[in-house]
């Protein structure tokens, strides 16, 4: 398994070294010992102390201290280098009375499952249409009652790709981690996710090497019988809803791209009143 590198960078104040040095082992046993092995995503972290450069071509966890995006503890976004950055605010967390170790390790485990924050599920609905879930997978389990203890540090719950999987009926696998949901696409209280409702009507588009794009017809409202009946050629009619997520790529285009308003980076700050922060100008 190719492994990821991931510097975390102390760049806070209200962290010492130490402190934030103590976490790294800890966030490092998740990833090896119940990230891993979930999701087949491994890293190898290592610590970057105050005044000291990441080591090239490593991916970010950046310790900072307050947040520049309103309402979030933390998100991940791309560096200018165009390299997967995940962003913790330890002071805002402690500000808050949360955990800045749950926001590192929720930020970190959505990093590697998502670099390029431009993953979704998508789930048919009643009325014809769809709905895209965003890819991260701390956000349902997000909160810190929810978080548990690793090397004496606490981290949080993550749920599994079963989570993103419509088929799976309640109670039949683990949901995640902590083994607190009970069914895909279930939000434990405190969590929250990004969807994306597709109104019925669109159809799909798919685009081929030659650049030429190829419209289908409405899919039909009861598709699931024939999401099994495999993809369409590129110039096929009929029936147009397909079942492997790579084929929908082009439809994620419509996404909105991160930079200033990162999809789904957020772990809200319950406690939040009025941000008197800025936004990032970048
Ligand atoms: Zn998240």
Redesign the pocket.
């Known amino acids: 398994m190719p492994t990821i590198k991931v510097a975390v960078i102390n760049a806070s104040t209200v962290l010492k070294d130490a402190d934030a040095g103590k976490a790294v082992p800890a966030l490092q046993a998740q990833v090896h010992n119940d990230f891993a092995p979930a999701w087949g995503v491994d890293a190898d972290l290592v610590f970057i102390p105050k005044g000291s450069q990441p080591p090239a071509g490593a991916w970010w966890l950046t310790i900072l201290d307050n947040s520049d995006q309103a309402g979030a503890l933390g998100?991940h976004d791309l560096t200018d280098q165009g390299l997967p950055l995940g962003k913790v605010f330890a002071g805002t967390d402690i500000q808050f009375g949360s955990q800045w170790t749950v926001t590192a390790s929720?930020?970190l485990l959505?990093m590697l499952v998502d670099p390029d924050i431009n993953l979704a599920a998508y789930v048919d609905q009643p009325n014809g249409g769809m709905r895209l879930y965003a890819y991260?997978v701390?956000?349902a389990c997000?909160a810190d009652q929810l978080a548990y203890k690793t090397d004496g540090v606490l981290v949080s719950d993550f749920v599994y790709p079963a989570w993103f999987e419509s088929f799976r009926k309640a109670g039949s696998t683990q949901f995640d981690r902590q083994g607190r949901i009970n069914e895909p696409f279930q939000l434990l209280p405190g969590g929250y996710i990004g969807i994306f409702d597709c109104p019925s009507g669109n159809g799909w588009t798919q685009i081929t090497g030659d650049k030429k794009a190829h419209h289908y017809s409405m899919r039909p409202p009861s598709a699931r019988g024939e999401r099994d009946g495999g993809r369409q050629g590129s110039s096929g009619s009929g029936a147009t809803s397909r079942r492997r997520h790579a084929d929908v790529c082009d439809q994620l285009a419509i996404l909105p791209r991160t930079k200033d308003s990162s999809r789904?980076?957020?772990?809200p700050a319950s406690t939040w009143v009025k941000p008197a922060f800025s936004r990032r100008t970048r």
Do not use: G, L, N
Request: aromatic content about 8%.
């Open positions: 998100y929720h930020e959505e991260e701390c956000d997000e789904c980076r957020v772990r």
